[in-house]
């Protein structure tokens, strides 16, 4: 198997850019969906390479999952400009599988702000606490559990105790490329493990319940350094089916961001 979580069949298809994906994109839910994270990721590529520039930075992405996205077939991404400026931009860039009809149809998109930057080193800030060091994480081998998924790609350390008290830590990193022949950009390492907030932060027993979400939204006050992501999340929930998780994003010297998601809450079938 390649070591990425998609390969670039056509660059120039008029659709958009043609991926096919391999196995490390599949959902730990089903085997026939992809986990948000490498669709996040992919789709922050393309808002990265769109008309892109070097004096302006994504500072917030938002992420919709408009239906679950095949990890089987074809798939095209593609991005545009939808509302230009100096200092300020607006970008949208949006995924493609094939439909039931035969044809390709938007089943991801995401928008980002890109922002103009300038030197405010003096005011650097950051409000949330650095979690606990690296080397005092710990792996739960969450692979052994799983046929080969979105999983296998991951060195995943935890901090604190799946389903304890307080907000739920851990230390990730993609292990594989994002694009086969790519260096992942650090925003793009950044969101390929940003969507596992919802399970770091989530409260109850995954043999009883099912707790998808359907978007993610990620403000960016820092470009993040190295390999490491830190992630400290929790999910609150209503009592009508419906949670959220809000967390932080890290480095190893610091917060680099913040996440929300939106979370649909289903109890398992009784066997």
Request: charged residues 20%.
């Amino acid at each position: 198997m390649t070591d990425c979580y998609y390969q670039l069949v056509d660059a120039a298809d008029p659709i958009g850019e043609k991926f096919s994906a391999t196995d490390l994109v599949r959902s730990t839910w089903t085997a026939q969906i992809q986990h948000a994270a490498p669709v996040s990721a992919l789709l922050v590529r393309a808002l990265q390479r769109c008309a892109a520039r070097d004096d302006s930075r994504l500072s917030r992405v938002a992420v919709d999952l408009l239906g679950p996205v095949p990890a089987d077939g074809d798939m095209w991404v593609r991005s545009k400009i939808q509302r230009p400026g100096k200092q300020i931009e607006l970008l949208s860039a949006e995924m493609l599988a094939m439909g039931p009809d035969g044809q390709p149809r938007p089943t991801a998109r995401a928008t980002g702000w890109r922002l103009q930057q300038l030197d405010t080193t003096d005011v650097v800030h950051a409000a949330a606490p650095l979690p606990a060091p690296l080397s005092t994480a710990r792996s739960r081998d969450l692979a052994k559990n799983f046929d080969r998924n979105y999983v296998h790609s991951l060195d995943w350390r935890w901090l604190t105790t799946p389903l304890s008290d307080g907000p739920g830590e851990s230390w990730i990193k993609p292990t594989v490329n994002l694009v086969d022949g790519e260096t992942m950009t650090p925003l793009e390492r950044l969101f390929a493990v940003a969507d596992c907030a919802n399970g770091i932060g989530s409260k109850i027993d995954i043999t009883q319940w099912t707790f998808l979400n359907n978007d993610l939204v990620v403000h960016v006050h820092r470009i993040p350094d190295g390999e490491w992501v830190g992630i400290r999340a929790e999910t609150s929930y209503g009592p009508d089916g419906i949670g959220t998780t809000v967390g932080a994003l890290f480095d190893e010297t610091g917060a680099v961001g913040s996440i929300q998601q939106s979370v649909l809450v289903r109890r398992r079938p009784r066997a």
